[in-house]
Nanobody, 123 residues
């Protein structure tokens, strides 16, 4: 069982930056691939980024590529999402998730989810 707690959300103007953190409980954090997803009001939850168990591989949605960076610190049981050049369309609740087997853009491949943190970008 893995418990995930996101933090770092908030309100920022367009062009600004935020760094989200996701702290995981348990000793097996390095056994999980990790992902970030987001859900805007009235829309389905969508993939943002993912990172392999060792951090050696990362994947991004086209909409955030070049602006967002996912990273992890296995010694701290934490995964991060650095978000730069934020746009109003990035406004959403951001969720981190853990996957035991593979990291993909598919929600169904993730086994554990956090409660989410709100990011609001104003124009």
């Amino acid at each position: 069982q893995v418990q995930l707690v996101e933090s770092g959300g908030g309100s920022v103007q367009a062009g600004g930056s935020l760094r989200l953190s996701c702290a995981a409980s348990g000793r097996t954090f390095s056994s999980y691939g990790m992902g970030w997803f987001r859900q805007a009001p009235g829309k389905e939850r969508e993939f943002v980024a993912s990172i392999s168990k060792t951090g050696g591989s990362t994947f991004y949605a086209d909409s955030v590529k070049g602006r967002f960076t996912i990273s992890r610190d296995n010694a701290k049981n934490t995964v991060y999402l650095q978000m730069n050049s934020l746009k109003p369309e990035d406004t959403a609740v951001y969720y981190c998730a853990a996957a035991r087997v593979v990291i993909t853009p598919s929600i169904k491949d993730y086994d554990y989810w956090g409660q989410g943190t709100q990011v609001t970008v104003s124009s």
